[in-house]
């Protein structure tokens, strides 16, 4: 009997009734990688390539992870140091990992660096495998022949920016200095380099160089934001670094919720950065502050065969703005549940049909549900208008249809949208006679 309760327990337990379980395991790591020769003919210099392992569902316990590493294509193109949790033979290794993710994670740290001897342009691949205990059948291996890393030699500069911590817990009103750095990893000096800096909607009163020229960019299809360009002329020699003259602050506005300061630093005199990947930032800054969504409804009559228009309306009474600015995703999604005795014969552009618990529906017209999704941003004061042609084909008095506010993806939880104060306004009706 203990038998038999042990192995019980080994898996996940799932209602009969529940679709079967799956998984997958993967590997994550950088698709491609620069080398630099040494400087002035000195030894190459060595990079960190983060390689790991990780599955999808989260319902498995996956143990006993092995990684095999093969650097066979690299001869005459670059060498690798293994690390403590790799057991090297002849131009492979295979890597121990205990306890296997279920997010993408660097386990394991390989140190590469260019072969003596090698020449700018050589290339070569390094290509992985991966197997591990657990899973729905008990073993888990990952695609095969699916994963490599490419790299490459290469001579030039490589600007680097200091890693910048996100900040968290400013305020309206707040002024925050940003601790920007740039550093030459190249082999090669930078003959000068550019320096650019995009602010969101709600940083202000960005530090004023005179290096650097100022714009604002005011595009309905795309929020409004503050740029500087900078030109600088300063060398700068392999292993130097560069700081501006004055520390640069920004300043969080009244409507400030979720910002993001952008920082782009390229070499000048036309040369190529030979590791593009650490040119670039994004730096997030979040203040504590609200912005609150409603939705108002409608109230329609008509005589059978009789159409109505019907507006709902969204509108962000700040007082911050919002944005999903990295993954682009719509800010919210107006809903209409069309009312008894009514079809709607009209749709305004960015609505959805659906079937009445969301899936797919055919027609644009007839539809029991429709989505209507904003753009990825709404200033504080946003408002939109979706109107609807709705014909009256049966007279059913005070029939109602739900109007609501929901997240671009998912439904309602406990508290959809976590910067509003108010959700009771989230939801409103279309009465129809």
Known sequence: MVGLLTAGLAGPAFAADDPPQTDQLWINKPYEQTLPLGIDGGQPQSRILGVGIYHDNGNFTVTDGRLTVDVSDLAGVAEVTWPDNCTPSGTSAVCDIPVVPTTGAGQVLLTVRAADGAEVGAQGRITYEATATGGPDGTLTAPHESFETTLTVGSGPDLAIDPLADIEDARPGDERTIPFKVTNNGNESAKGFTVKLSASYGLTDLTRYDACTYTAADDNDYPPTATALCTLDQVLAPGDSFELPEPLTVRLAPH?????????????????????????????????????????????????????????????????????????????????????????????????????????????????????????????????TFAFSVRVDTVVPGATGAVSIHPSFGEFGEHPFDFDPDLTNNTAVLTVN
Not at 290 to 316: H, I, Q, Y
Not at 348 to 364: A, D, E, F, M, N
Not at 374 to 380: A, F, K
């Open 256 to 384: 400030a919720l979720n910002e993001r300061l952008d920082i782009d630093v390229e070499p000048g005199d036309g040369a190529q950065d030979i590791d593009a990947q650490n040119d670039y930032t994004a730096l997030q800054i979040g203040a504590e502050n609200t912005a609150d969504f409603s939705v108002t409804g409608d109230a329609v009559s008509g005589a059978a065969g009789e159409t109505a228009t019907a507006e709902l309306t969204f509108k962000n009474n700040g007082p911050a703005w919002f944005g999903h600015l990295g993954s682009g995703d719509p800010v919210a999604a107006v809903r209409l549940i069309v009312p008894a005795g009514t079809k709607v014969t009209g749709v305004p552009s960015g609505c959805v049909p659906h079937t009445l618990v969301g899936g797919y529906y055919p027609r644009q017209a007839g539809a029991p549900r429709y989505d209507c999704y904003l753009p990825y941003w709404v200033l504080e004061d946003t408002q939109r």
